[in-house]
């Protein structure tokens, strides 16, 4: 069980370019949560996602960011037209829905230049 | 609305010294508290939850719902100790976990 999949590890993009940040859950796991963290800041929930739903987005940016999760495929948060503020650790954790926590993925380190 | 706070953005203690990472929570109903842990250039993972009451790596958390706090405890602190400690709260029937904003400790030799 290779556990939690995140890609890439790092990416690097231009100012008003679209960045996708991948996670592939655990397997058996469906319930899928996003997460950002910024510099010298704590783990800032975005959006839990089940197969197709989106669950909670309470945490999502209004506008430019998009989360889905497909029936098929991993799950994929979408930033558009990025900016410099954006530049984040993002983190991807996966459930079974049950009583008990998390794992979380290695997360993808997005640089916006 | 749920809150999680860690009063303490870096703490600091010597080899050997006891270590206490605070923790407090806001949430009306009766949640259910975690410590995660992330050592440098690994993810976060889980450390201990408040239902298992156990010690992991010498670690021990009690919650106590009069103070509405989850402190986590070590008496005697190890140079591996050193990361970066995240207390989560999920709610009652939820799945989603809300982190507090992390304490980085630093065991000095």
């Known amino acids: 069980n290779a556990g939690v999949m995140q890609n890439p590890r790092h990416l690097v993009r231009r100012r008003g370019q679209e960045a996708r940040l991948r996670c592939s859950p655990m397997k058996g796991h469906s319930h899928v949560y996003w997460y950002r963290q910024l510099p010298e800041e704590g783990l800032k929930f975005m959006v839990y996602l089940q197969k197709e739903n989106i669950i909670d987005e309470s945490g999502m940016p209004k506008e430019r960011f998009s989360a889905e999760f497909p029936k098929e495929g991993p799950s994929i948060l979408r930033i558009q037209q990025v900016v410099r503020g954006d530049s984040a650790a993002y983190f991807c954790?996966?459930?079974?829905?049950?009583?008990?926590?998390?794992?979380f993925g290695s997360g993808t380190r997005l640089t916006v230049v | 609305a749920q809150r999680v706070t860690q009063p303490e953005k870096l703490l600091s203690v010597f080899k050997g010294a006891p270590v206490e990472l605070k923790c407090n929570y806001s949430?009306?109903?009766?949640?259910?508290l975690f410590w995660y842990v992330q050592y440098s250039r690994q993810r976060l993972q889980l450390l201990l939850r408040h239902i298992s009451r156990e010690s992991i790596k010498g670690f021990t958390a009690d919650l106590n719902k009069g103070e509405t706090s989850f402190h986590l405890k070590k008496p005697f602190a190890q140079e591996e100790d050193s990361a970066m400690y995240y207390c989560?709260?999920?709610?009652?029937?939820?799945?989603?976990?809300?982190f507090g904003t992390g304490t980085r400790l630093t065991v000095i030799p």
């Open positions: 954790a996966s459930s079974s829905g049950g009583a008990y926590g998390y794992t």
């Open positions: 949430y009306s109903g009766s949640p259910e």
């Open positions: 989560a709260l999920r709610g009652t029937g939820a799945n989603n976990l809300f």
